[in-house]
């Protein structure tokens, strides 16, 4: 059953955290879209040819790199820059964490906990307010996007491959999502939930970092999220990546799932 109460509370929580995200996405969306048209293609092309920048973005993007894909990897780089991960990461890590680490940091999860809620409503509004927060940020990133190949005056992608592309950045920000709140229900400081997020996206980027140099690192590449965003792909063959997104789903309701029931029968110590 949904509670007013407990939904007003999770948005008041996460409005001004998503409100400086969705506004810092904005403008690096502005900044990497207006300056990408502007690369020489011939010049890109050269790069291209590097054996490591073609390793190095071949970890970026999810895919093998080959030297007759040229200027075609730049319409996947706004989707993939360091930068933009770090900002959507960012926001879903700090939202993630807020309960209950973040609440027994402050002091109020005895004041939360004693409302004449179950512990279930409570997880699964924030778990819901948190994952739609999501949609705010990247719509956002969207709009940059937009902005700033208009101001390059350059072509815009079609609105089917536009679709594809946010559907497929909102399944990793979901799968992260449930894992973020999933390790804050097991924890008792925000900090350690917020570090432990963070090694698992770092490691999810390492491990396909280190599967391009390194043959036998391929193994484990299954195990990284960023394995199952390849927005390369998508571009190029304007096809859904329903397995991908399946998996990214999977991951976010199942860890979502977990979190609950960990939540709902754990003794949480304040003291």
Not at 2 to 16: H, M, T, V, Y
Not at 172 to 192: A, D, K, M
Request: aromatic share 8%; net charge neutral.
């Amino acid at each position: 059953m949904i509670n007013q109460g407990l939904i007003q509370k999770s948005i008041r929580d996460c409005a001004l955290v998503t409100l400086g995200f969705a506004v810092l996405l904005l403008v690096v969306e502005i900044l990497i879209s207006f300056v990408i048209p502007e690369m020489n293609s011939e010049i890109f092309n050269m790069m291209v040819k590097l054996p490591f920048v073609r390793k190095m973005m071949g970890a970026l993007l999810g895919v093998p790199i080959t030297e007759n894909m040229g200027t075609g990897l730049l319409l996947a780089i706004p989707w993939v820059h360091p930068v933009v991960l770090m900002i959507v990461f960012g926001h879903q890590v700090t939202l993630a964490s807020q309960l209950p680490s973040g609440e027994i940091d402050r002091g109020t999860i005895d004041l939360l906990l004693g409302l004449p809620v179950k512990r279930v409503q409570v997880f699964f509004t924030h778990f819901i307010i948190c994952s739609a927060s999501g949609l705010i940020v990247l719509s956002c990133g969207v709009v940059g996007h937009l902005i700033g190949l208009s101001l390059a005056k350059a072509d815009p992608p079609p609105p089917k491959i536009l679709m594809i592309a946010f559907t497929n950045a909102y399944a990793i920000y979901f799968s992260i999502c449930g894992l973020g709140i999933l390790i804050s229900s097991l924890s008792e400081r925000r900090g350690r939930a917020i570090g432990a997020v963070m090694t698992l996206v770092v490691s999810s980027f390492m491990i396909n970092f280190i599967a391009e140099y390194w043959e036998p690192a391929a193994i484990v590449k299954p195990f990284s999220l960023l394995t199952y965003y390849r927005p390369l792909i998508t571009l190029q063959s304007e096809t859904f990546p329903l397995g991908d997104i399946t998996v990214l789903a999977s991951i976010g309701i199942v860890s979502g799932l977990v979190g609950a029931w960990v939540f709902n029968r754990r003794d949480i110590q304040t003291t």
